[in-house]
């Protein structure tokens, strides 16, 4: 089975500082992974996803993350949080047939 | 391009009661996931559909059950409702062809409440 662990159910940065949100995966096989944008009520939006080509992948609003094999990581980074950033953020393992299996989630505060 | 659409946007239910909800996937898109995601959690997979046939199931029981029409949308059904069923439940829609790799387009959801 597939999993992944999200450090950290709140991070709480000042506006222009440096983004960081934590993932970590367990998969028997190389896995595919994606980290996802949860504005309040709203649905999911996919900022970047990793597909086993280039380990540094770059996504929309700024967002980039790298896979790490031997830290089995994927962390989100930004280099300069916005306000509009502020949002819960999800990272996701696929399990076959594009299902996804999800973290519990962080929730990003970015202060003025 | 109208993305994922689901309805209603909100429901609300009494326990033992019968819910359906709805979902038309991206156009193009002939898979469809549900997903459950309750208050303070990451959304779990219930099931996906393709072809009209459920091709996955995760672990949700016989309560939960589902259907794809022709025109690849589909329904979500949840008998008996439990107090512990209220969740927003989201609706993704991806194409069949390129498997793991393809991204899977989510819409808004539905805000199930059970009393």
């Known amino acids: 089975a597939q999993s992944v662990t999200q450090l950290g159910s709140h991070v709480s940065v000042s506006e222009g500082a440096l983004v960081l949100l934590r993932c970590n995966y367990s998969?028997?096989?190389?896995?595919?992974l994606f980290w996802y944008v949860q504005y309040p009520n709203q649905g999911l939006q996919l900022l970047l996803k990793?597909?086993?080509?280039?380990?540094l992948v770059k996504g929309i609003n700024g967002f980039e993350a790298e896979f790490k094999k031997s830290e089995t990581s994927f962390h989100l980074t930004k280099p300069s949080a916005h306000m509009s950033d502020a949002a819960e953020y999800f990272c996701?393992?696929?399990?076959?047939?594009?299902?996804?299996?999800f973290g519990k989630g962080t929730m990003l505060l970015v202060s003025p | 391009d109208a993305g994922v659409t689901q309805s209603p946007t909100h429901l609300i239910k009494t326990r033992g009661q019968q819910v359906t909800l709805r979902c038309s996937p991206k156009?193009?898109?002939?898979?469809v996931s549900w997903y459950q995601q309750a208050l303070g959690q990451g959304p779990q997979f219930i099931f996906q559909?393709?072809?009209?046939?459920?091709?996955q199931r995760g672990n949700f029981p016989d309560r939960f059950s589902g259907h794809q029409f022709p025109n690849y949308s589909s329904e979500l059904n949840v008998n008996a409702l439990l107090l512990g069923d209220s969740a927003l439940y989201l609706c993704?829609?991806?194409?069949?062809?390129?498997?793991?790799?393809?991204?899977?387009?989510f819409g808004p959801g539905t805000r199930l409440t059970v009393l």
């Open positions: 996701a393992v696929t399990t076959g047939y594009s299902t996804l299996t």
């Open positions: 156009s193009g898109h002939d898979t």
């Open positions: 990793y597909t086993s080509a280039a380990t």
């Open positions: 993704a829609s991806s194409p069949a062809v390129g498997g793991s790799t393809d991204t899977q387009y």
């Open positions: 998969s028997s096989v190389p896995p595919y």
């Open positions: 559909y393709y072809e009209e046939e459920e091709r």
